[in-house]
C-alpha cells in the first residue's frame, strides 16, 4: 500500500532532475560574476538536466489536451532558450544575462497562469 506508482514515481524523478537543474543553473549565474571558468560548465549542466527533463516530460504526456501540448513546448523552447544563453557564456559575450532573465519571466508568468 505504502509502494509509490511508477507515474508518479517518474514525477518525481522528472521534478528532482528539474529542481536539480534549476539549482545548478543559478549556482552558475552567480559564480560566473567571479569570472572562474567551473560555474560555465555548471550553468551547463543545469541546463542539460533542465532541456533532458523538459524532453522527458514531454514524452511522458499521454494523450495531452491542446492546452498541455501548448505548455510542454513553451517549456521546451524556453529551454532551448538556456541553452543559447550557455552559449553565449561560453562565447563570453553578456546576452545570457538577458537570456536568463527572459527564461526567469516567463517561466514565472506560466507559472502563475491558471
Do not use: C
Not at 542539460?48 to 511522458?60: A, H, P, Q, R, T
Amino acid at each position: 500500500m505504502n509502494e509509490i506508482s511508477k507515474p508518479e514515481s517518474k514525477n518525481r524523478i522528472i521534478q528532482f532532475l528539474y529542481s536539480i537543474g534549476v539549482a545548478l543553473i543559478i549556482i552558475g549565474s552567480f559564480g560566473h560574476f567571479f569570472d572562474l571558468q567551473l560555474f560555465k560548465f555548471i550553468f551547463a549542466t543545469g541546463t542539460l538536466l533542465v532541456i533532458i527533463s523538459g524532453l522527458i516530460s514531454m514524452f511522458n504526456a499521454r494523450e495531452p489536451d491542446f492546452r498541455q501540448k501548448r505548455l510542454l513546448r513553451m517549456n521546451m523552447m524556453l529551454s532551448l532558450m538556456l541553452a543559447l544563453a550557455t552559449y553565449s557564456m561560453f562565447e563570453g559575450t553578456t546576452l545570457w544575462i538577458a537570456v536568463v532573465l527572459i527564461y526567469a519571466l516567463v517561466t514565472l508568468f506560466m507559472s502563475f497562469r491558471t
